[in-house]
């Protein structure tokens, strides 16, 4: 008989980690997620591989990747240097 692995502290059922897991986070962690570039990616992966039309990505979505494209331009420009 296989015994599947669980975290400690999880119950049978799936327990605080079946929340996590289940995508069923509190709001203000959703929010916080919602403006970090892997979800944009994520979805607009996911709408282009199920025959969204072009471009799959949406204008927030688009917006939210500028953004961060521009924010790591400015770091890098201020902490890294050639020599």
């Known amino acids: ?17 079946r929340a996590v897991a289940g ?4 709001p203000p962690h959703c929010l916080l997620m ?15 591989l199920h025959g969204a039309a072009f471009p799959a990505l949406t204008a927030r979505d688009a917006a939210v990747l500028a953004a961060w494209t521009a924010i790591g331009f400015v770091v890098s420009q201020r902490w890294f240097r050639w020599w």
């Open 1 to 17: 008989m296989r015994r599947e692995w669980r975290a400690p502290g999880a119950a049978s059922s799936g327990g605080k980690w």
């Open 23 to 26: 995508g069923r986070l509190p």
């Open 34 to 48: 919602r403006w970090l570039p892997a979800q944009p990616i994520v979805e607009g992966a996911q709408r282009a």
